[in-house]
């Protein structure tokens, strides 16, 4: 019902920035809030930031002031400004789209690579 499509990945060095965004194409109408995950080598899968249906935001500490989360409903996608990146923010960043109907984070998108190197 819901797919999503992640770009804008790729490698970067230290303090720079990447646009990450997220189409999302479907039933959009089932979709609450939207928030990007990463998963970092060796660690389990966090929360990044997310974004209510209402514009509201919250922000993973590490991230807190270097990223932006942000949508636009006419266009269906949702963004994630990263600023000042660093190596620790290196990892596969996924969208994700809460379900209206169950509440949970029912949609995922594939997935796009985001390496900070020197």
């Known amino acids: 019902q819901v797919q999503l499509v992640e770009s804008g990945g790729g490698l970067v060095q230290p303090g720079g920035s990447l646009r990450l965004s997220c189409a999302a194409s479907?039933?959009?109408?089932?979709?609450?809030?939207m928030g990007w995950y990463r998963q970092a080598p060796g660690k389990q899968r966090e929360l990044v930031a997310y974004i209510t249906s209402g514009g509201s935001t919250v922000y993973a500490d590490s991230v807190k002031g270097r990223f932006t989360i942000s949508r636009d409903n006419a266009k269906n996608t949702v963004y994630l400004q990263m600023n000042s990146l660093k190596p620790e923010d290196t990892g596969v960043y996924f969208c994700a789209a809460q379900s209206r109907r169950s509440g949970g984070y029912d949609y995922w998108g594939q997935g796009t690579q985001v390496t900070v190197s020197s």
């Open positions: 479907g039933s959009i109408f089932s979709i609450n809030a």
